[in-house]
Nanobody, 131 residues
Framework: QVHLVESGGGSVQAGGSLRLSCTTSGYPHGKTCMGWFRQAPGKEREGVAAIYTVGGSTWYSDSAKGRFTISYDNNKNTMYLQMNNLKPEDTAMYYC????????????????????????WGQGTQVTVSS
């Protein structure tokens, strides 16, 4: 059974940084599309960034470009999201997700605000950015 666990959330002031982690277990590792999503109170879930674990191709939403970096450590089966220059509008619950299909990464890149569903999800980690 697939299991994803996020960590690294917290409270920071605007301009600060956080690094989120997503550790996977029970997953048939190999060709996996993994992504970070977020949902703020009263808003729809949106995609933030995605990575394909073979080859390391990455995709970013416009809000993430230039500030966030997604990566995956195959040795640790862990995905990361380094978030720099955080803004109050980044405040949200952040979720990681995984799916064996590459097309989900491509589809996500075409519609960050209405993301496709992924096969497995973590429980979320809260990020709060104060001004």
């Amino acid at each position: 059974q697939v299991h994803l666990v996020e960590s690294g959330g917290g409270s920071v002031q605007a301009g600060g940084s956080l690094r989120l982690s997503c550790t996977t277990s029970g997953y048939p590792h190999g060709k996996t599309c993994m992504g970070w999503f977020r949902q703020a109170p009263g808003k729809e879930r949106e995609g933030v960034a995605a990575i394909y674990t073979v080859g390391g191709s990455t995709w970013y939403s416009d809000s993430a470009k230039g500030r966030f970096t997604i990566s995956y450590d195959n040795n640790k089966n862990t995905m990361y999201l380094q978030m720099n220059n955080l803004k109050p509008e980044d405040t949200a619950m952040y979720y990681c997700a995984a799916d064996p299909e590459l097309w989900r990464c491509v589809a996500l890149d075409r519609a960050w605000s209405k993301p496709v569903d992924f096969g497995a999800w973590g429980q979320g980690t809260q990020v709060t950015v104060s001004s």
